[in-house]
């Protein structure tokens, strides 16, 4: 049966557009669209409607097709989404890719029923039960010279009750209510053309098992596609070598020269109002020291992979109650290559959740590393952090590792010290004591630190210059800690300090290094370079800081367009939404409107036929109440055929021939009757009556 034909019931369209409101998250859209698509049964007005008129409606919503498919797909990562298509050297870049354009194309169906709306609506208020086909093709349109067949086209209800159906089904989790609303619109969709030689029972119970199955389809296929995105991430994450910066720390201990001294803004942070920004943002933790290196000890198979929730952006770190506001975080992941879109995050201490965070796999390591495996070149997220909370593993043999070329230094400066005995606590502020009262930050080392009579660079920094920068302050308290029992690790990353109301910005000289102590029970930071140094540092800045600070600007909202991290989209709706409107109204302005005649009943409508008044009913009439009235299906031949032998009829065939006549040529000549053959049929008319009567 052709679905054109099907005569839609009253208010599917307007119960299918509430439901695909509930379900997508669109109900006050739908709503006010139910109302108008369903308010078109109540107002008597119609627009004249012609071809050319819908294919402007059509050219419309291709239109508004074509700019929400620009607007979805632009949703994640902007431009940058549609280019890892091509990145054929690159596997996972294409992995997400192709994930990102899946979200954009379901974002599309789910707006499929605001799309196409006004062609729905253009149809229900006009005169016009179908849509001509030559309006849906421009390759139609050209042939002008083939017009369709007369009545054909599209019958819009059904195609768009199926619009609001996919819309809503796209649906993260398969529900029953969904899925029981969704059965109850397409029963009653499909009453209308139900089979008739089949019981109603027997209907029912086909499309119950029917939906049934598809039910229990919809969830494990629901339930593979989740075990495979999961079993999918983790294969990809094989291939996705580790950063250097996660594993090991290269320091500058023992170089000569000026280092540090780069302006670049590398991160910026804003803070929650009225809250201090954080003093530090960790990026890594080390534990074994190989000079000049600081290792991880650890393998690239001690990642675990965060689990994020359905929305792909917020992952869960750490399992604790939030107690501060977000700190939000831009910067760029700072690997090469085929790593240019992996990087470690700077984070907080005591790091619980992440969001808007755009990354296709995020792991973590023992030692507090936050790691996105594959991601935009610019990330912009929010840090949840709580005092107390930590991802870090309690400390073991290896966070009380001392070098053996290192020992007898650290042995004299213990002794100097005189460390035995204290707590863990009082250690630590002994050695703030002792380095606060004897050295000094500077980024400045002139002389070679060679190894005369073994003693190391960090042996010269401890017995005798006592001068040098973070990493030198930050591997001296580790390796003490240490050797007096303390657990201890090496962390990187950077200070916070450079404010500008409730934002920072975070430049390459303020990375730093510092230490990471087990004190009561707990991992602490334990900084102990000097205050200074960020004052020595920012007195070193070059006095064109300023221009290099304006060019990052332009550069970091360009990386922020670039990889979808910005309103511009919020933006550029609007501006889609005004040119809409204007097209809109010049589309509808002074169409003219007319009223829609009432649906007549058949004695009515045969009323207002030409020849209705044809005062041969009157004779016909009488013959119906005699008998002799035409049959159902009958022709007017066929039935004069038949009563034509009826004795009745015998005294006014020849008359009866004559009305027959004049009657054909009153209801069917283009030209009707002139007032004279009106007045035969008048005067024909009445003599076979009376003749009918006196022969009763």
């Not at 005092?387 to 009380?400: Q, V, Y």
Request: proline content about 6%.
């Amino acid at each position: 049966m052709d679905m054109n034909a099907w005569k839609a019931p009253p208010l599917l369209l307007g119960a299918a557009l509430l439901f695909w409101g509930w379900q997508s998250g669109f109900l006050p859209a739908g709503v006010g669209m139910a109302a108008v698509l369903e308010g078109a049964r109540f107002v008597p007005l119609r627009w004249e409607w012609s071809e050319k008129d819908f294919r402007r409606v059509w050219d419309f919503c291709s239109v508004l097709f074509v700019l929400a498919s620009l607007y979805a797909f632009t949703s994640n990562e902007g431009p940058a989404a549609v280019a890892g298509l091509l990145e054929n050297a690159n596997p996972a870049r294409q992995r997400q890719a192709v994930e990102q354009a899946t979200v954009a194309a379901l974002d599309l169906f789910r707006w499929l029923p605001m799309i196409f709306f006004v062609l729905a609506a253009a149809q229900a208020y006009s005169h016009c039960e179908r849509i001509p086909w030559r309006v849906l093709s421009w390759l139609w349109r050209r042939r002008q010279t083939e017009p369709g067949r007369p009545g054909g086209g599209l019958n819009m209800v059904y195609p768009y009750f199926g619009s609001c159906l996919l819309g809503a089904g796209i649906t993260s989790q398969p529900s029953l209510t969904f899925y029981l609303g969704e059965c109850g619109l397409l029963g009653w969709a499909l009453w209308a053309g139900r089979p008739r030689r089949y019981g109603v029972g027997v209907w029912a119970g086909m499309v119950a098992g029917a939906m049934s199955l598809g039910f229990a389809l919809q969830l494990g296929f629901a339930a593979a596609a989740r075990w495979a995105n999961l079993q999918g991430a983790r294969w990809l994450s094989q291939y996705l070598v580790a950063g250097a910066d996660a594993m090991e720390s290269q320091t500058a201990m023992g170089d000569l020269g000026r280092v540090k001294l780069s302006g670049r803004v590398v991160m910026r942070v804003q803070m929650p109002p009225g809250e201090p920004p954080p003093p530090r943002l960790r990026e890594a933790s080390y534990r074994l020291f190989k000079f000049p290196i600081w290792i991880g000890a650890g393998k690239a198979g001690d990642f675990g992979y965060l689990q994020y929730e359905t929305n792909h952006t917020t992952w869960e770190v750490a399992a604790a109650p939030l107690t501060n506001g977000p700190v939000r975080i831009a910067q760029y992941l700072t690997g090469r290559g085929e790593d240019a879109r992996r990087g470690v995050l700077a984070l907080p201490q005591g790091i619980v959740r992440l969001e808007h965070l755009s990354a296709f796999v995020v792991s973590t390591n023992p030692l507090g590393v936050v790691r996105v495996d594959e991601g935009p070149g610019l990330v912009v997220y929010d840090a949840y952090h709580a005092p107390g909370s930590t991802i870090d593993a309690p400390p073991d043999d290896r966070d009380l590792d001392v070098p053996a070329a290192e020992r007898a230094a650290l042995e004299q400066a213990a002794s100097e010290l005189a460390l035995d005995g204290l707590a863990p606590l009082q250690i630590v502020d002994s050695l703030a004591a002792w380095f606060d009262a004897n050295f000094q930050y500077t980024t400045w080392l002139p002389q070679p630190h060679r190894r005369p009579d073994g003693v190391t660079a960090l042996g010269r920094f401890l017995l005798d210059d006592r001068r040098g920068h973070c990493e030198f302050f930050a591997t001296a308290t580790v390796l003490l800690l240490r050797h007096a029992g303390v657990p201890a690790r090496y962390a990187v990353g950077y200070a916070v300090h450079e404010s500008r109301g409730d934002r920072c910005v975070v430049r390459a000289r303020d990375a730093h290094a510092w230490c990471l102590a087990w004190v009561g029970d707990a991992w602490r930071d334990v900084d102990l370079t000097p205050p200074s140094w960020q004052t020595i540092e920012a007195q070193q800045a070059s006095s064109f800081e300023w221009l290099a600070d304006a060019w990052a600007r332009v550069h970091f909202e360009f990386a922020k367009w670039r990889w979808g991290q910005t309103a511009w989209r919020r933006h550029l709706l609007w501006i889609i939404v005004a040119v809409l409107f204007l097209l809109l109204v010049r589309l509808f302005w002074q169409k003219p409107w007319k009223r829609l005649r009432p649906r007549l009943s058949p004695a009515r409508a045969r009323a207002l036929l030409p020849g209705a008044n044809s005062e041969f009913f009157l004779v016909e009439q009488h013959l119906a109440r005699g008998g002799a009235g035409r049959r159902p299906g009958e022709t007017w031949l066929d039935w004069l055929g038949r009563v034509w032998t009826d004795a009745r009829v015998a005294p006014v065939r020849e008359r009866l021939r004559l009305l027959v006549d004049l009657h054909h040529r009153y209801r069917f000549d283009p030209l009707g009757l002139g007032p004279r053959d009106r007045a035969a049929l008048r005067s024909a008319a009445r003599e076979c009556l009376e003749q009918l009567k006196r022969a009763c």
